[in-house]
């Protein structure tokens, strides 16, 4: 029995001495997150009991883990940054930060982590924020299922929800980010992995890519932003299984491609976007079996796009399928399906006996004077698109699908 | 001029071209919804198909009805009846024959494949609505031009002239001027040429249920108004009703004065 008693308290103060656990609350011994982290040792837990808690600039500077429970708040009352991360292996977990500070010189952030590994950010609530989670130099970390509720209304003085600076191998996943400037932006940061999070209703971009490379991003929804996401200057991406919705306006992209390389897009459904997916200088990606549907363009191809594969995808409803401003074509498009489609197939392979040419004649004439959109499905209009697919003069006349599936593509 | 306008009525009920129209466009439904199997996309075709053949029918079926009922005409002028109430009531006899030829013909097989369950209803009825106004307004402008001339086959060429004026010409015409002044801003005059054209109106009108990502596109603050609020829709209704309203006092004004 003694014996039993002692080795039950001997492994009470080895785990104690190894990994304490500091309470603080506001009838605590202490309560600050000041004071809970400074009183804690590496690899201790301080939990952060419900309560109030008016601090900003707090620095975790060893590795600890940050637990709230019932989601304390704490208001960084607009005087900066809430919480600072400078060490490796740190955990923040089920906190309720609100009010950082907005600033034109410096990047305030809900919070920042800065030349670490193996951090884990998760649980969090923020609202009324700058910067939400900015990580800075860091890598192989996490950030899990956090809601980023931002109250952004011009570009310029707004923050990013989720921004990744010169940080590689971070997971983001399961994430809700809405109402800020960029949902979620990556700058140089490569072999990242952004999976099921939701982007709604940002100023600018859902996602953003800068200069990052080797990234994939896949089950995602990204809904009514200003555009749904913009991958700039970076090779390799994957993007797999999303949804970009409702990204109406003039200056609206479901998907923005500018400068990229090398990469694949499959299985991604674009509905009812203004523009659904707009290229411009990016070579050599393949587009499979994506839905394109009720879109304004489905895919406007500006200048520079060399060696792109669409194939075996869904055309369905847009009204421009395909646009081009100029008469070269690099592109293959092949056994897609088309709504518009209007060919036969008597050999009954599934395949239409007529190529199918998803530039239109019209689709040039709204790119040289925007107005004439009001024409739209006049029968003048069909005329002329009809007689162009005739025979083509202004469409490049190599740019044609030879093998139009007869029916829906399904995967 | 109710008496007048039932006789008319139902003297097209029994007529077999109003049978002809409306299984033309019960033909039309079901081959469409049989090819598509698919209500939104049945939608698109069938707004193709309404706004270039509506007005042409009601064009050359409202010449048609009164240069055929002309004796009849006669004889109820020989009648104590006011004279605006004669030629509206044939009028309104034939535009709503035709109306409800069209709203029957392509409501049933919709009704039948399950309209009241999807969500397309609303396009589908602002579609059955447009064809309507379409009726009444290529209807009213038939009579017009039936009344001013009495000659047949001057009042068909008339007749099928204008339908392809409005249809086809005056479309590539807009879109000329529209290119040849491109370095203007254009938003205002392309919007006020729609405005002019009935059948432009009611593509419009189509247009902003169903192509709305598209018209978005473009950046005029204007545009934006116009397409972007209930703005255009309430516009566009109103203009429908001005076209209708315009060429029935024309019939009135000229039936007054018109030597028979």
Known sequence: MNFKLGFIATMFMVTSMYAQTIEVCKTCPVTTLKDGISAAKPYDTVVVKKGTYKEYNVLVDKPLTLIGENYPVIDGELKGEVITVVSDSVTVDG?????????????????????????????????????????????????????????????????????????????????????????????????????????????????????????????????????????????????????????????????????????????????????????????????????????????????????????????????????????????????????????????????????????????????????????LRSLFIDIIDFSEKVSPVFTPDNLMDNNPQTKRITW | MLKILKYSFFDLMRSRWSYVYFAFYLLLGVVLLFLNNDLSKAVITLMNVIIVLVPLIGTIFGVMYYYNSKEFTELLLAQPLKR??????????????????????????????????????????????????????????????????????????????????????????FLMTLILFEDYPLDKLSLIGTMLNPIDLSRTLILLKLDISALLGYTGAIFKQFFGTSFGLIVSFIMLIVWVVLPVLRIMFKSKRKDF
């Open chain 1, 95 to 375: 906190l309720f930060i609100i009010n950082v500070g907005n600033s034109y010189t410096e990047d305030y952030a809900a919070i920042r982590v800065k030349r670490s590994k193996h951090f884990v950010i998760q649980n969090l609530v923020l609202e009324k924020l700058f910067f939400g989670i900015y990580i800075e130099k860091s890598s192989y970390g996490k950030v899990y299922h956090n809601k980023i509720i931002g109250d952004a209304v011009e570009e310029y003085n707004s923050g990013n929800g989720i921004q990744l600076w010169y940080s590689h191998y971070v997971d983001i996943e399961h994430n809700f980010v809405e109402h800020v400037r960029d949902g979620i932006y990556l700058e140089f940061s490569d072999n990242c992995i952004i999976k099921n999070n939701v982007s709604a209703e940002n100023l600018r971009y859902g996602l953003h890519f800068m200069f990052s490379n080797d990234d994939v991003y896949q089950d995602n929804t990204f809904e009514n932003n200003g555009a749904g996401v913009a991958v700039m200057f970076s090779k390799k991406i994957k993007m797999v299984n999303n949804t970009f919705k409702e990204n109406w306006g003039t200056a609206s992209y479901g998907l923005l491609l500018k400068e990229i390389n090398d990469s694949e897009i499959t299985g991604n459904s674009f509905k009812e976007n203004t523009i659904g997916i707009n290229i411009e200088g990016s070579n050599r990606i393949t587009y499979k079996n994506n839905n394109f549907s009720n879109n304004g363009w489905a895919v406007k191809v500006k200048g520079a796009c060399y060696t792109n594969r669409f194939i075996e995808n869904n055309f369905l409803y847009n009204s421009f399928d395909i646009s081009y401003n100029s008469k070269v074509n690099d592109n293959i498009f092949d056994r897609n399906y088309w709504s518009n489609y209007t060919g036969y197939d008597l050999d009954k392979d599934g395949i239409g006996d007529v190529p199918y040419r998803p530039v239109k004649l019209f689709s040039y004439i709204v790119n040289r004077t925007p107005e004439t959109i009001i024409l």
């Open chain 2, 84 to 173: 605006s109430s004669i030629f509206l009531g044939q009028y309104l006899g034939v535009a709503l024959s035709l109306s409800m030829s069209l709203i029957l013909g392509l409501g049933i097989p919709f009704v039948f494949y399950g309209l009241f369950k999807s969500n397309a209803i609303w396009d589908f009825s602002l579609l059955l609505i447009t064809g309507s106004f379409l009726t009444l307004i290529f209807t009213a402008l038939a009579f017009n031009i039936a009344l001013s001339n009495e000659n047949k086959i001057k009042g068909f060429g008339y007749a099928i002239l204008l339908w392809l004026f409005l249809a086809v010409i005056y479309d590539g015409l």
